[in-house]
């Protein structure tokens, strides 16, 4: 597995360089030269794009919030790791919220859209993103927690709230407000999971002595069932749980 590290450093249209497996990239390489890896277009890039490039123009109103999950775009390094075993390193990537698509900024005013039928997975900050095919749709997860039976996973998406001329609601601007909705996976298909203490310990504990360690974990812990911070620890630590 090799990797490519990079810096956004593009002209709006994005120039083509010499990729080969075998050479390996300073983080001060120019951005064309991993893109290029991931897009495909170069020597020995091996099987087809990852993504694609396109121009964004910023709407012409001004709406409060943002249709991004990360508040800003500076979050080197980024680990793309791509389904034939290759990995690329990114300077920055955000989640589009209201498309459901993981793109990296190319310029001012043009991003580049990646293919996750192609790619694995994609890191961001500690976070992981894949996308899942299931009974509700194609769509890109972040994962909470993944084990061979079940897998925790995060849907984020946005909603537009609009604002009123009615000044007893004080909101005269509209506003993007981030969602999320929690998913069970596992061999039975995905649900909705909601945030308690039984739904928890139903979901990742076999039996009732299974049940009871957790619970205790928690307590024991200070940790809620309501927190999927606290979730999160537990469910990393379930091997010396049970």
């Known amino acids: 597995m090799k ?3 990079i810096i956004t450093v593009l002209f709006l249209t994005i120039s083509v360089v010499g990729y ?3 050479t390996g990239t300073n983080v001060s390489d120019n951005n064309a030269r991993a893109l290029q890896g991931i897009t495909g277009t170069g020597t020995g890039s091996g099987n087809g794009s990852y993504g694609t490039a396109m121009r964004f123009v910023n709407p012409p109103r001004t709406i409060d919030g943002s249709i991004y999950l990360f508040d800003t775009w500076k ?6 790791n791509s389904k034939d075993n290759k990995t ?10 209201r498309t459901n698509r993981l793109v990296t900024k190319i310029s001012q005013d043009s991003i580049f859209v990646l293919d996750m039928k192609s790619i694995e997975n994609v890191n961001i900050l500690g976070k992981v993103f894949k996308k899942v095919d299931s009974e509700i749709g194609s769509r890109i997860f972040e994962v909470i927690y993944e084990s061979e039976k079940v897998s925790l996973l995060n849907f984020h998406s946005v909603k537009l709230v609009e604002g009123s001329v009615n000044p007893m609601l004080s909101r005269k601007t509209d506003k993007l407000v981030h969602k999320e909705v929690y998913y069970l996976l596992n061999d039975e298909g995905i ?3 909601r945030l308690k203490k039984k739904s928890i310990l139903n979901a990742f504990a076999s039996n009732d002595s299974e049940k009871s360690s957790l619970s205790k974990y928690f307590l024991g812990n200070k940790l809620s069932f309501k927190k ?10 379930l091997d010396n749980i049970f």
């Open 3 to 5: 990797k490519l590290k």
């Open 20 to 22: 080969s497996q075998n």
């Open 75 to 80: 979050n080197y390094p980024v680990v793309v």
């Open 88 to 97: 690329f390193t990114l300077d920055n990537v955000n989640f589009n919220l």
């Open 191 to 193: 649900t909705e999971l």
């Open 228 to 237: 999927i911070d606290d979730i999160k620890v537990a469910l990393k630590n």
